[in-house]
């Protein structure tokens, strides 16, 4: 299986936009998602999104701005950020996981800096 690997991550103004992109088999995969960290805090699960039947789940912090999707037959992952506020800053990862009771796994990550 390919790595996850993430892109599209760079610096924008606050009320900008970016998209994040991901290539993310769904082979074995019960769900697809984001997470983000920064420094001195720990990571956390932005946006989800089921392989199969595509719900999706949003943190309450970026609800209404973000917009998780897939494009199956590409294997692409992406997120589409809106009105991007400086605390969105920090590092985002690309993440499957193989089922309810399995890990997360992430890619190495693409930082996102917004400046005020």
């Known amino acids: 299986q390919v790595p996850l690997v993430e892109s599209g991550g760079g610096s924008a103004q606050a009320g900008g936009s970016l998209r994040l992109s991901c290539t993310a088999s769904?082979?074995?995969?019960?769900?697809l998602g984001w997470w983000r960290e920064a420094p001195g805090v720990q990571r956390a699960l932005v946006a989800n999104?089921?392989?199969?039947?595509?719900?999706?789940w949003y943190a309450d912090s970026v609800k209404g701005r973000f917009t998780i999707s897939q494009d199956i037959p590409k294997n692409m992952l992406y997120l589409q950020m809106n009105n991007l506020q400086p605390n969105d800053t920090g590092m985002y990862y690309c993440?499957?996981?193989?089922?309810?009771?399995?890990?997360?796994?992430w890619g190495q990550g693409t930082q996102v800096t917004i400046s005020s």
């Open positions: 993440a499957t996981k193989r089922g309810i009771g399995s890990p997360w796994d």
């Open positions: 769904r082979d074995n995969r019960f769900l």
């Open positions: 999104i089921y392989t199969s039947g595509g719900t999706t």
